[in-house]
């Protein structure tokens, strides 16, 4: 699974494979490209909602 990096500002970033490397790997069993970014974008969405959340507590 991808990892976290944190760039120079502040911001945290998770590197994915290019598209095309996807296209040219359609296999989406555990451990192939495919279902590694899936897993990526799902933890991705996680902290999207930690940080959703987090924003909505200040506005109330």
Avoid: T
């Amino acid at each position: 699974m991808g990892k976290w990096l944190e760039c120079k500002n502040g911001a945290k970033v998770m590197p994915i494979f290019h598209p095309s490397y996807l296209l040219r790997n359609d296999s989406r069993k555990a451990g192939s490209p495919k279902w590694l970014v899936w897993q990526n974008i799902e933890e991705v969405r996680k902290q999207l909602d930690v940080l959703l959340e987090e924003e909505n507590k200040k506005h109330i």
